[in-house]
C-alpha cells in the first residue's frame, strides 16, 4: 500500500483522500487554510458531501487518513503527491495558476525522496510540463520525480460514488512507468485506464466538460425555440436520448450549467484556443446560450407579473445542483441578482446551502425555514434547483400559503398538468403553457409552421 499526501482539502482533495484511504492507503490530507484543517482534525467536515463523512471518520479512526496543514508533515517520504488545488477564472477566462504553483514550490521545498507528483487540477494543456519545472527549480537539491495528469471526473453530490466507481482513469506523463504506478494506485475500481501523454491527458478533461456543457447548452436553445414553436423540450429530449447515439444524459432543459467546474473550464478552453490562434465559436455560443437561459427565466418571470419592482420572489434552491451545498457559479446567485436589480423582493430556501449563502446574499434577502416558509406571501415561487425535497413538496399546502400562485419551474420538475389543477399558473422550460401558439397552417399551405 502507498503513502500519499493530498494537497488541498476541498471537494476534489478531500474526496480523493478519503477514498484512496478506504482503498487501504496512508493518506495526508493537506490545506494551507488552517481552520479547515483544525476541523477536519475534530471529525467536522467543512463541505456537504453525501457518504463523505462516514469515509473520513472511519478512515481517520482506523489511522490512514489524517490532515495537516504542514507540508513538512505531509510530504518526506510519501510515494505520491496528488495536488487537488482550486484553478478558477482568472481576469481574461483563462485558469488562475497561483494556487497550484504554490504548492508546486512547496512540494519541491519539503521533498526528502523520489515522489510521483501526480495533477488531480484540472489544469491548462502544458501544465504538466510548467509543473515539472516549478518543482526543479524550487529543488534544495536534485531528488528525482515524476509528474502525471490525472485529471477527476467526479461529480459533486455523487462525488465518492463516482470516485469508487469511474467510468475511466486517464493518465498522462512523459514517464509511462510513473503512469503506471498511479493506475496501481485504482486497480481495485477495475475501472478501464487510458494512459496517454501528459498534454492529451489535460486535454481530455476540458473536451470531455466543454461537450457537456454544450449538450446541455444545445438542450436550452432547443427549449427556447420549443418556447416558441409550442413543442415540449421534456418528450423532444426524450425522443432524442432514446438513440444511443445521442444519450440521453445532460439533456435536461434548465437554467444553464453552473458550478465550480463547467463555467470556468469552458472559459480556460475558449481563452486556451483564442490565444494560440484559433476560432473556438462553439465553445462561444455555448457560454452565450448559458448566459441568455438565465435571462430569458427573468423575462418570462416580468412578463407573467407584469412587473418585478416590488413583487415577492421566492427561489427555491441555491446550490448549483442537489446534493452539494456549493455555490460557485450558481445559477440562483445570478437570478437573485437581476431580480433584486428590477427591484424584487426575495425570499430563499435551500436544505444545505444556506450556511454559505448567508455570506453571499444581500441582508434583504429573507432565509426561510422550509419550502412553505419560502412560498409564504410570494407573488411567484421559482424552483431553481431540482432537490429531491423540492418534488415531493405538498403542492396544495405551498399553493395556499402564495399571494398569487405563479410557479416558474427553472428545472421542469413539476408536472405541467397537475399543478395547473391545483390552480397553479405554470411556466415551464422549453414546454407549451396554455397560452402556447397554436399550430395553424399558413396560407402558402407549410401546415403547422409559423
Ligand atoms: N469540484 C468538482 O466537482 C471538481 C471535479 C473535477 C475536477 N475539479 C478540479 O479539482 C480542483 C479542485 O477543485 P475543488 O472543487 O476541490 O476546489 P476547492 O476550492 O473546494 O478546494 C481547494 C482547496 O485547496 C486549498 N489550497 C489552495 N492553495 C493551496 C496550497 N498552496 N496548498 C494547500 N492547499 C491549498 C484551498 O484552501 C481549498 O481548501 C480544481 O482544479 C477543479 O477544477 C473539481
Not at 75 to 100: K, W
Request: aromatic share 6%; net charge negative.
Amino acid at each position: 500500500m502507498a503513502r500519499i499526501a493530498v494537497i488541498g482539502s476541498g471537494y476534489v482533495g478531500l474526496v480523493t483522500g478519503a477514498c484512496l484511504a478506504e482503498l487501504g492507503n496512508t493518506v495526508t490530507c493537506l490545506d494551507i487554510d488552517r481552520a479547515r484543517i483544525e476541523q477536519l482534525q475534530r471529525g467536522v467536515l467543512p463541505i456537504f458531501e453525501p457518504g463523505l463523512d462516514e469515509l473520513v471518520i472511519s478512515n481517520a479512526a482506523a489511522g490512514r487518513l489524517c490532515f495537516t496543514a504542514e507540508y513538512a508533515d505531509a510530504i518526506p517520504d510519501v510515494d505520491f503527491a496528488f495536488i487537488a488545488v482550486g484553478t478558477p477564472s482568472g481576469a481574461s477566462g483563462e485558469a488562475d495558476m497561483s494556487y497550484c504553483e504554490a504548492a508546486a514550490r512547496s512540494i519541491a521545498g519539503a521533498m526528502t525522496a523520489p515522489v510521483t507528483i501526480v495533477n488531480k487540477s484540472t489544469m491548462p494543456i502544458g501544465a504538466g510540463d510548467w509543473v515539472t519545472g516549478i518543482v526543479k527549480r524550487g529543488q534544495r537539491e536534485s531528488i528525482p520525480f515524476s509528474v502525471v495528469s490525472n485529471p477527476e471526473f467526479l461529480r459533486e453530490g455523487s462525488a465518492v460514488r463516482d470516485f469508487l466507481g469511474p467510468d475511466r482513469i486517464v493518465l498522462g506523463s512523459s514517464d509511462r512507468l510513473a503512469a503506471v504506478r498511479v493506475a496501481e494506485l485504482y486497480g481495485p475500481l477495475k475501472a478501464p485506464v487510458l494512459i496517454t501523454d501528459i498534454r492529451t491527458a489535460e486535454m481530455i478533461k476540458y473536451a470531455s466538460n466543454a461537450f457537456l456543457a454544450t449538450k446541455i447548452s444545445f438542450i436550452n436553445e432547443i427549449a427556447a425555440i420549443c418556447e416558441e414553436l409550442g413543442a415540449d423540450v421534456k418528450e423532444v429530449a426524450l425522443g432524442m436520448g432514446l438513440d444511443v447515439r445521442i444519450g440521453k444524459g445532460f439533456l435536461d432543459a434548465g437554467l444553464g450549467y453552473g458550478g465550480s467546474c463547467f463555467p470556468k473550464d469552458v472559459r480556460a478552453l475558449e481563452h486556451m484556443a483564442s490565444v494560440h490562434g484559433c476560432h473556438p465559436q462553439l465553445l462561444r455560443a455555448v457560454m452565450e446560450i448559458n448566459r441568455d437561459v438565465r435571462r430569458r427565466f427573468i423575462q418570462r418571470l416580468r412578463q407573467a407579473l407584469g412587473t418585478l419592482d416590488g413583487k415577492v420572489i421566492g427561489v427555491l434552491g441555491l446550490a448549483f445542483k442537489p446534493n452539494t451545498d456549493d455555490l460557485r457559479d450558481a445559477p440562483a446567485l445570478e437570478i437573485i441578482h437581476l431580480l433584486r436589480h428590477e427591484g424584487a423582493r426575495i425570499r430563499v430556501f435551500d436544505p444545505a446551502a444556506m450556511g454559505h449563502a448567508r455570506a453571499q446574499l444581500p441582508q434583504d434577502v429573507y432565509f426561510a425555514s422550509d419550502a412553505y416558509d419560502c412560498a409564504a406571501g410570494c407573488d411567484a415561487l421559482a424552483l431553481v434547483t431540482e432537490w429531491a425535497e423540492f418534488k415531493d413538496l405538498d403542492m396544495a399546502r405551498l399553493y395556499a400559503k402564495m399571494e398569487w400562485p405563479l410557479l416558474i419551474d427553472g428545472r421542469n420538475v413539476y408536472d405541467p398538468d397537475e399543478v395547473r389543477d391545483i390552480g397553479f399558473q405554470y411556466i415551464g422550460m422549453g414546454r407549451p403553457g396554455p397560452g402556447a401558439p397554436l399550430m395553424a397552417p399558413t396560407q402558402a399551405g407549410s401546415a403547422g409552421l409559423r
